[in-house]
T-cell receptor, first 113, second 111 residues
Framework: DGGITQSPKYLFRKEGQNVTLSCEQNLNHDAMYWYRQDPGQGLRLIYYSQIVNDFQKGDIAEGYSVSREKKESFPLTVTSAQKNPTAFYLC????????????FGEGSRLTVL | KQEVTQIPAALSVPEGENLVLNCSFTDSAIYNLQWFRQDPGKGLTSLLLIQSSQREQTSGRLNASLDKSSGRSTLYIAASQPGDSATYLCAVAPDDYKLSFGAGTTVTVRA
């Protein structure tokens, strides 16, 4: 059945390492998003992509990078430049342009040791 | 910049009571508003989507209203159950692709 798959669910990283979080969707949606969620805070937008081979920075893009080579996939790399990477990361997708319903994956929890 | 506020931050009610959750936003130029549920350690599950031309949406025990002119939406959950315990978030979609989220209301339904 259709949905968004994020992997891994849990990830531990040593300081100075880059890590990549996977996000795959089979909903045939054009737009995909990455959000970060910290305890007691709302979701903050990291990057978003409206179409293949195009993406834009969100509100907290520093220390992160993305690619959108395929419609189904939108991986997020957390680089060593991200000063406080421990957080819950959520991937989402949306069809039907700006009026569509937003769907989320189950999330990936990253912990820096 | 769009600001989305959800008050209260937490709510505790006895089973069977109706729940009323509030969401306010500062810019009325939105395409739609969406309500989500989040269980601890999980992703967000979409509950209701209200387009800007609509006044309300209903799904089972859930009803959401939208008043764009006053920048408010209310989510009603009838006859609450312990299984309704979760965090409820609202999000508004402006005329670009950058949705804005509230911080959520954490609901506890006591058996």
């Amino acid at each position: 059945d259709g949905g968004i798959t994020q992997s891994p669910k849990y990830l531990f990283r040593k300081e100075g390492q880059n890590v990549t979080l996977s996000c795959e969707q089979n909903l045939n949606h054009d737009a995909m998003y990455w959000y970060r969620q910290d305890p007691g805070q709302g979701l903050r937008l990291i990057y978003y992509s409206q179409i293949v081979n195009d993406f834009q920075k969100g509100d907290i893009a520093e220390g992160y990078s993305v690619s959108r080579e395929k419609k189904e996939s939108f991986p997020l790399t957390v680089t060593s430049a991200q000063k406080n990477p421990t957080a819950f990361y959520l991937c989402a997708s949306r069809g039907q342009g700006a009026t569509g319903e937003l769907f989320f994956g189950e999330g990936s929890r990253l912990t820096v040791l | 910049k769009q600001e989305v506020t959800q008050i209260p931050a937490a709510l505790s009610v006895p089973e069977g009571e109706n729940l009323v959750l509030n969401c306010s936003f500062t810019d009325s130029a939105i395409y739609n508003l969406q309500w989500f549920r989040q269980d601890p350690g999980k992703g967000l599950t979409s509950l209701l989507l209200i387009q800007s031309s609509q006044r309300e949406q209903t799904s089972g025990r859930l009803n959401a209203s939208l008043d764009k002119s006053s920048g408010r939406s209310t989510l009603y959950i009838a006859a609450s159950q312990p299984g309704d315990s979760a965090t409820y978030l609202c999000a508004v979609a402006p005329d670009d692709y950058k949705l804005s989220f509230g911080a959520g209301t954490t609901v506890t339904v006591r058996a």
